[in-house]
């Protein structure tokens, strides 16, 4: 009896610690989730109804035409194609460049691995409009490889500006230190005595890498390609100064739609057909950051 | 069975000598311990002879063959590491199997050395288990059974149990050494822990800034220090500073009798090697600062009246109590200078072994 009545004044502090505590955490949660509403929530919605309900002479009614004609016009479908194929090329090449560097930058010991690891996070601190007229200059017509080459006496570069190459290029180029710094820590679960214990038990160096580091960073590396897809497919600056007129990526396409066809309805539901495939990598990110933490706990 | 030499090793990292010039033959069949503090180079004379190191200086053989510049796929050693080094994305018979596989061997036969190295840790049952599923000690186990199914001539253990708590370090470097005679498997083993040393080593070998301070069996390590470091680092030891003049040291409770030259030395004792009775000594009186009751002894902390602190070891029935004043006496006493010892007296039989 003591005991069941001395426990009650603790357990009722506890639940009155808890109750303080839950409402701080709701306090703190509210403004950014607010702010997903107002900012994120609210206009996905928007757009989608813009996109579904027509308000012409005859009033209010449901409409899919805009979608119909998007996926029925050759030249917006190009686009999307044009886009996704961008976005699976920068992709596979930002791996095959990135997972060598991070691997390099995880295991080297040397100090040349601290200056590679400030030359690989350099293009982040430069603007996209600025690597844009960098690359122009360097590889457009005429550019500084061109002014190298004719000096050697060489033929000019087929030179990748105005071509999907360009913004690939300059895409890739951008999205290098994010890629690299999201590997690394991907990199950082894997102990340095998990690779040791491997070569101890007579594994080389490609069987390492295939049976004891790529399992172990695949959540790492499905979060790096989620989220590469992400900026890639929405990008606007580099595909629209450095990629070609027609067809073109859907950034650019929705501008154009917007500001110079004046189709705002049709330049909507291109936003919303782009944020739909985006969306489908956003879910994988979701589920990976998921995943993650329930095999951390 | 295999021997492995150390010749003439040497390792710098940025400049600093890690291992100066180390030499060491194993035995076949001998489980040796390295013992040392940190920064002492144990792990680094562990991870050479592993590969993972690279000597800058000296060889490393196994069986008489050269394998310095091997890596450590080809190298004929098997490694447990600290933190078990366990791939979490297997089950526990994958881990195990994994050099198997590399190896190329049939499945059934891959499957009977996983299952047979599984047994001999006692993990039989868990082969399907992921590594995460199991408990610290299995984990242990597991990264034992990796190393041993590959048949190495040469076990390495970087400090395998550090992350365990007491009981169960204590029962698996039992069911090590266990193992280690059944296989006789030639066996180097890291530790900072000198009771595990003690527990397990054919021979321990005291290192100290990347040199052997010595190597003798866990015995004569305990009982015979060579120098003052490991005389303080192996076990509990009192040191007290005095003087020897003519032949015996002037300290008023301890005046022993080595012919020594004249000069400063400090007497080692050990807690075990003194007697403890109430009363009051002749030269210096001594109080009880604290008991510590450990069940099995009574463990006093002595204050003298110069203000030196010893420990005392007496049977669990002693009547002592904070403040009481007591009589000391040794049994056994070293004496060293400058790290070197002089001489070792046994002051009940009144016999001196110089050295």
Redesign the interface.
Known sequence: MTDLSSTGPVRTGGTARRNGRGLTGLLLVSVPVALLGWLIIYPIFNAIGRTILRTDGTGPGFSLDTYVRFFSDGYSLANLWLTLWVTAVCAALLLAICLPLSLYLRFAKSRVAAVVQGLSLFPMFVPSVILAYALIRTIGPNGGVDLVLNALGLPKINSPYLTPWGPIIGLVWDNIPLTTLMLVAGLGAV?D??V?????????PW?VLR??IL??IGNAVLVVLSFTVLSIFSAFTLPYVLGPASPEMMGPFMQRTFGQVMDTRMAVTQAVITFAICAVFGAFYVRSIARNRKNGR | MAQLTLKNLGKSFDGTDVIADLSLDVADGELVCLLGPSGSGKSTVLRMVGGFETPERGAILIDGEDVTEVPPEKRPTGMVFQSHALWSHMTVADNVAFGLKLRRLPKAEIRRKVTEALDLVGLGDFGNRRVWQLSGGQQQRVAIARALVLEPKILLLDEPFASLDQHLRERLREELRDIQRRLGITTLFVTHGQDEALALADRIVVLRGGEIEQAASPDRMYRAPETRFVAGFIGSMNFLACDMRGGRADHPLFPVAAVVPDGPVELAIRPEALTVSPGRSAGMSARVHRKTDYGTHLLLDIVLEDGARVKAMCPPSGAFEAGQEVRLTASQVALFRDEVKLAEVRTEAREVAHV
Do not use: F, K, L
């Open positions: 102990s005595n998990a040791e214990a491997a070569r101890d038990a007579g594994a080389r069987a049976h004891i399992p172990q």
